[in-house]
């Protein structure tokens, strides 16, 4: 897998990291797996996925890996409320993933 360098206006872009996304969740999960499971960008890490926080740390390790330090997830989850990590949504990781890759193509 080559790293996205830019991300366009277009849903395509976003579509890839969801389904980037969904193979680290997958990965996260082995032992557990997704358990038919379909992972969409309403989907939320703790209630439908039921990640506990070394969950989240794994994910992070995975985003890293894939995308380099643009994508910084420990500063994204320091930035929200308890309530907002508890209802975390993929897309909204999506989101901040495209966001976040975006930037560093500006750069």
């Known amino acids: ?28 999960l082995e032992d557990d797996g997704l358990d038919g499971t379909e992972v969409g960008m309403e989907t939320r890490f703790s209630r439908d996925l ?20 643009d994508v910084n997830f420990a500063e994204f989850v320091a930035s929200m409320e308890l309530d907002d990590i508890i209802e975390l949504t993929v897309g909204r990781l999506v989101e901040h ?3 976040c890759l975006k930037s560093a193509g500006a750069a």
Do not use: C, K
């Open 1 to 28: 897998m080559t790293t996205t360098q830019a991300i366009g206006p277009s849903g395509a872009d976003e579509d890839a990291i969801l389904a980037d996304i969904t193979a680290m969740i997958a990965l996260v």
């Open 50 to 69: 039921e990640f506990e926080s070394i969950d989240l740390v794994t994910l992070a390790g995975h985003l890293e890996a894939r995308y380099g330090r």
């Open 97 to 99: 993933v495209a966001s």
